[in-house]
């Protein structure tokens, strides 16, 4: 019989229980929308209500979580959720291990997302793998040999925070989900005629997603902004490049539904600030797994979990040096 696993993704506006099997692959999902006014305690209420049906059905051999906050991975304590209240130095993981009597790993979502590109989606056979989600907030994970890389406690990927120039300028304020709407707003307002301007008249948010078709449509006010908006990110990612060298950038999140024209704008941007003895660089690749990204990241996290426990490997959350050898056996 093959065993199978929990994945959770605890986010701002939707949480995610999957079961799925050793592969990854999910068989059962259950979602609900998230209520902020019940704030973390809430949450914990959903979690705790799918949680029952679940273990009854599936009899999971291990949980794996990706929360939308800083998290103390080797805990499974959450440190706080810029959109939640209600979080703070919760003990997640011994709170699950409470409830379900299994092992639990608890992760970064952006961490969980790169690990389950890495493994399952855009950069499966490519390594090292860099992930950025593009979202209201703008988040990295690094994956090595398959294994998500976290670096000296509390460090984490946090290209979100990465400053642009000296004056303290981050790649969130410019390349955020919420940036790019306040920037369509102020363009819009001074070029009211342009497509771009009509698709998005009498919004207060959620802008960005008229930049697909505006862009399809011709819209040079759209195109300009994606050019501004690639050519920043660009510039942040070239440091990674240059100090971490992935094989792979993998763009995610909502500003990633921009498809290929966000792709292409990054890739070509990107040639401009990587050295030129780096040529030609990582391939820059929308994500494969969309939304399911961090709940399969999750699932890996189970998995691998299960696989230490009998192989006495480190698991796939683990900040020792990365062993090639857990790709190998995939």
């Known amino acids: 019989m093959q065993r199978s696993f929990l994945g959770i993704e605890i986010g ?15 068989t059962v999902r259950r979602r609900f929308t998230v209520d902020k006014v019940r704030g973390g305690a809430g949450i914990r209420e959903q979690i705790a209500g799918a949680l029952s049906e679940l273990m009854a059905l599936a009899k999971p051999a291990a949980i794996g979580v990706g929360f939308g906050g800083p998290v103390d991975s080797a805990t499974g304590q959450i440190c706080c959720s810029h959109q ?7 003990p997640l993981g011994e709170w699950l291990r409470g409830l379900t009597g299994l092992p639990v790993a608890v992760d970064n979502d952006a961490n969980t997302a790169a690990l389950g590109e890495a493994l399952r989606g855009a950069g499966v056979s490519c390594n090292p793998v860099f992930y950025v989600t593009l979202g209201s907030g703008v ?19 946090e290209l979100g925070h990465v400053r642009l120039d000296k004056s303290g300028i981050t790649v969130e304020q410019r390349c955020s989900g919420w940036a790019v709407d306040r920037k369509i707003r102020e363009a819009s307002q001074r070029e009211p005629w342009c497509r771009l301007a009509k698709l998005t008249a009498g919004g207060d948010h959620g802008e960005a997603r008229a930049l697909a078709p505006a862009l399809a449509q011709g819209d040079p006010l759209a195109q300009r902004i ?7 990110l660009a510039l942040a990612l070239s440091h990674v490049t240059q100090l971490m060298h992935p094989e792979v950038i993998v763009l995610g999140g909502g500003l990633s539904l921009v498809g290929e024209p966000l792709c292409a704008a990054v890739a070509s941007a990107l040639k401009r600030y990587v050295m030129e003895a780096f040529a030609p660089g990582p391939r820059v690749v ?5 939304e399911d990204a961090v709940p399969v990241g999750a699932l890996e996290l189970a998995v691998s979990l299960q696989r230490s426990a009998f192989s006495g490997q480190p698991s796939a959350k683990t900040r020792l040096p990365p062993l090639s050898s857990l790709t190998a056996d995939r």
């Open 84 to 90: 939640i209240e209600g979080w703070s130095e919760f």
């Open 226 to 232: 994606l050019d501004e908006v690639a050519d920043d």
């Open 139 to 157: 988040g990295g994970g690094l994956v090595v040999d398959g294994r998500i890389y976290h670096g000296t406690k509390p460090g984490e990927a």
């Open 12 to 26: 701002g506006t939707k949480l995610q229980l999957v079961v799925g099997n050793a592969d990854a692959r999910i």
């Open 286 to 290: 929308l994500a494969g797994l969309g």
